[in-house]
């Protein structure tokens, strides 16, 4: 039986503006890599609230071998499920919003979950989509450094070159 690979994150991690996400996104290239069966529930414009609420669902009925969060910014909230807002999609609810409190929620959120994942799974990875580095022991780089100097699509996001240099980066992490 193949090991299973749970991956969540952002549009970077879902594969945005690739031709064929399922097909070419860092997630799949590095579960083939692995040999290991994906899921990816990865979505464009996800919060971290979303990533919490996924992973922690997706644990109590699965048992992945191996789990790798791409967080996103703190700026970016959900209201009710699946609507995800950033300062730029929703500039009215960000009117009054608290950097410091965010980046606050930010840290205490992953702190809990790398407490729930030492208790639930043998191995798991954080990374960041471009936000500032994690002082976390499990954290292994960002996204866009891993994708430095590939194509990038007109929203930004890394194209199928740079899905295949993230998965080997990865690769080499966990292999480190």
Not at 36 to 51: E, H, I, K, R
Not at 84 to 109: C, E, G, I, R
Request: with cysteine; hydrophobic share 35%.
């Amino acid at each position: 039986m193949n090991k299973l690979l749970y991956t969540v994150g952002d549009s970077f991690t879902y594969g945005t503006e690739l031709q064929s996400p399922e097909n070419n996104s860092w997630p799949l290239v590095l579960a083939n890599k692995l040999n290991f069966t994906l899921v990816n529930d990865a979505q464009p414009g996800a919060s971290n609230d979303y990533m919490l609420r996924a992973i922690t669902r997706f644990c109590k009925t699965n048992s992945p071998d191996v789990v790798i969060v791409a967080f996103t910014t703190p700026d970016r909230i959900e209201l009710g499920y699946g609507k995800h807002l950033t300062p730029n999609s929703a500039p009215q609810v960000f009117k009054n919003w608290d950097p410091a409190w965010a980046y606050d929620k930010y840290m205490s959120q992953i702190e809990l979950l790398s407490a729930y994942l030492d208790n639930t799974v043998p191995e798991y990875y954080f990374l960041t989509a471009w936000s500032v580095p994690l002082s976390n022991p499990h954290y292994i780089g960002r996204l866009v450094e891993f994708a430095y100097n590939a194509p990038i699509g007109p929203g930004g996001h890394p194209l199928e070159q740079g899905h295949q240099q993230i998965a080997e980066k990865i690769y080499e992490k966990m292999h480190n």
